[in-house]
């Protein structure tokens, strides 16, 4: 019911071209609705699509979080990475949950960078600070204060944790580290939200502020974005 942009680039060029395509709008849906009445040699069933591109055009290289797509969508990964097809922003872009997953990012990276080695006097107010710096960079928007709220329960559970975290003797070493690895000539890259070390080894940290996450979809391989960084740290 909403032409894309595309078909209204098109109308535009007809109008310069002084071409009546007000015919060409309702002519389709006229066809249409005789046809469901009367139809012409209908052939059933039609086969599922199943492409299979040659090896040369597949992708050589995906991202840690793509291989779980790949293994739930892998049509996905073929209109994106074989088509080349890509959805656009809408013109008017409001603030998402993308946005918010982003600043919670960055506050969190920003705040570890600060105070690697031990927590600070007021450390909630001070991610807070950090926090309120980010929605500033970002917009000025009445959404601000909601998402503050938002980050303020966040931070919250993060310092508890923390505290938890280093008292069983973990530390922090580094965040946002890149890492890849090559298999059967298909490269798979990653970066890590965070990596401490602790007393049985690496743990390798992804910060979600979305989707449905459990250990055991971790542990079976059916999220593998951790497990395939865990492989790309080995």
């Known amino acids: 019911t909403i032409p894309s942009r595309w078909i209204q680039r098109l109308y535009t060029v007809l109008d310069a071209a002084h071409i009546n395509h007000t015919l060409h709008n309702m002519t389709p849906y ?18 599922r699509p199943a492409p299979k591109p040659a090896l040369d055009k597949r992708p050589k290289k995906l991202s840690s979080t793509r291989i779980d797509i790949l293994m739930r969508d892998p049509y996905s990964i073929y209109v994106r990475y074989i088509l080349n097809i890509k959805k656009l922003d809408p013109l008017e872009k409001d603030l998402d949950a ?7 990012h960055e506050t ?5 960078n600060q105070y690697p080695k031990s927590m600070p006097d007021g450390p909630h107010e001070k991610i807070m600070a950090i926090a309120e710096q980010k929605l500033n960079e970002l917009t000025d928007n009445a959404q601000q204060q909601f998402w503050l709220n938002k980050i303020k329960n966040i931070a919250h559970w993060f310092i508890n944790h923390e505290a938890q975290w280093r008292k069983n003797g973990a530390s922090y070493l580094k965040g946002e580290i890149d890492g890849a690895i090559t298999i059967d000539n298909v490269t798979i890259h990653a970066r890590a939200d965070r990596i401490d070390k602790t007393p049985s080894g690496l743990a390798i940290i992804d910060y979600k502020t979305g989707g449905q996450f459990t250990k055991k979809s971790i542990e ?12 790309i740290a080995a």
Do not use: D
């Open 98 to 104: 993308a946005a918010l997953g982003t600043i919670i």
């Open 108 to 112: 969190l990276h920003e705040f570890m």
């Open 220 to 231: 079976s391989c059916h999220s593998p974005q951790l497990p395939v960084e865990g492989i």
């Open 30 to 47: 006229k066809y249409w609705s005789n046809i469901i009445e009367n139809p012409e040699n209908p052939t059933c069933p039609i086969k």
